[in-house]
């Protein structure tokens, strides 16, 4: 294993430890609303706080980009970005739905070349290092051999923070509802992502996502052999928050499918 993706698995698994802990201890959790329908909670912090430290640690001049804000102080354009969601599910965690992860991708002169994404409830840990394939615990992980759409199961998320996205996602679901064998929505994006390159799903589309949601997941997704773009398959995914990654077949029946629908601020 690269030794930055070491460091990244030892601070996902001391985050995971984190969340586990607060897990049992729901009901006495500080949560702040952080805008509608938007929540962070004291373990989001913390976990955030041991993420950090464990990367600065080893690589003391690397830049953080972090959902909770860690980062903010630091050089703004460094050669190696960490980008961190440190509890990717914060919902589902604080109503006790077991669907919730820690995200950590390391972005290197622009591209993602370091992936680490644990779902601390079944001990499952996503790898992926550019070029080397990506892994479930020692697994190599292929995305599903499913060609024909209506045969796929896809999953999904809807844009939850605002409402100015919904009627056209609204109409994207009700498509991808007519053509597939069935939608699902868990509510961690980045774990839908590993979902992908698994085989679990065959495809995953949502709008209105940040670049900790989707980095580290990009790369698992690429690495297992399947596609990831924007709602026109473009690679500005990261900036834009769309998001369609599938199997490469499906991918383009994924984008036929979702075309008509895309909100003409995003064309």
């Given at each position: 294993?690269?030794?930055?993706?070491?460091?990244?698995?030892?601070?996902?698994?001391?985050?995971?430890?984190?969340?586990?802990?607060?897990?049992?201890?729901?009901?006495?959790?500080?949560?702040?609303?952080?805008?509608?329908?938007?929540?962070?909670?004291e373990?989001?912090?913390?976990?955030?706080?041991?993420?950090?430290?464990?990367?600065?640690?080893?690589?003391p001049?690397?830049?953080?980009?972090?959902?909770?804000?860690?980062?903010?102080?630091?050089?703004?354009?460094?050669?190696?970005?960490?980008?961190?969601?440190?509890?990717?599910?914060t919902?589902?965690?604080?109503?006790?739905?077991?669907?919730?992860?820690?995200?950590?991708?390391?972005k290197?002169?622009?591209?993602?070349?370091?992936?680490?994404?644990?779902?601390?409830?079944?001990?499952?840990?996503?790898?992926?290092?550019?070029?080397?394939g990506?892994?479930?615990?020692?697994?190599?992980?292929?995305?599903?051999?499913?060609?024909?759409l209506?045969?796929?199961?896809?999953?999904?998320?809807?844009?939850?923070?605002?409402?100015?996205?919904?009627?056209?996602?609204?109409?994207?679901?009700?498509?991808?509802?007519?053509?597939?064998?069935?939608?699902?929505?868990?509510?961690?994006?980045?774990?839908?992502?590993?979902?992908?390159?698994?085989?679990?799903?065959?495809?995953?589309?949502?709008?209105?996502?940040?670049?900790?949601?989707?980095?580290?997941?990009?790369?698992?997704?690429?690495?297992?052999?399947?596609?990831?773009?924007?709602?026109?398959?473009?690679?500005?995914?990261?900036?834009?928050?769309?998001?369609?990654?599938?199997?490469?077949?499906?991918?383009?029946?994924?984008?036929?499918?979702?075309?008509?629908?895309?909100?003409?601020?995003?064309?």
């Open positions: 294993m690269h030794p930055m993706l070491s460091t990244a698995v030892k601070a996902a698994r001391h985050a995971g430890s984190v969340i586990q802990r607060g897990a049992r201890d729901l009901d006495r959790l500080t949560v702040t609303r952080k805008g509608h329908n938007d929540f962070a909670s373990v989001d912090h913390a976990a955030e706080r041991v993420i950090v430290e464990t990367l600065l640690e080893a690589y001049t690397h830049g953080i980009l972090a959902e909770e804000g860690s980062g903010k102080d630091r050089e703004s354009d460094p050669e190696f970005l960490w980008i961190i969601d440190p509890l990717d599910g919902t589902n965690f604080l109503h006790g739905f077991p669907q919730y992860c820690v995200s950590i991708a390391l290197h002169r622009g591209k993602i070349t370091q992936a680490v994404i644990y779902d601390p409830v079944h001990n499952d840990l996503f790898t992926a290092t550019r070029g080397r990506a892994f479930l615990n020692d697994r190599r992980l292929r995305v599903s051999r499913r060609i024909e209506k045969d796929c199961l896809i999953g999904t998320g809807f844009p939850f923070r605002e409402g100015r996205h919904l009627d056209a996602y609204l109409a994207m679901m009700k498509a991808m509802v007519e053509r597939t064998a069935g939608l699902r929505r868990p509510g961690a994006a980045a774990l839908d992502l590993a979902y992908v390159a698994a085989g679990y799903y065959d495809g995953f589309w949502e709008l209105g996502l940040s670049p900790w949601d989707i980095a580290a997941g990009s790369l698992l997704v690429q690495e297992a052999g399947g596609l990831i773009g924007d709602l026109q398959g473009n690679d500005t995914y990261l900036d834009s928050g769309q998001v369609v990654a599938a199997t490469p077949k499906v991918f383009a029946q994924m984008l036929q499918a979702l075309a008509p629908f895309i909100p003409p601020a995003e064309n």
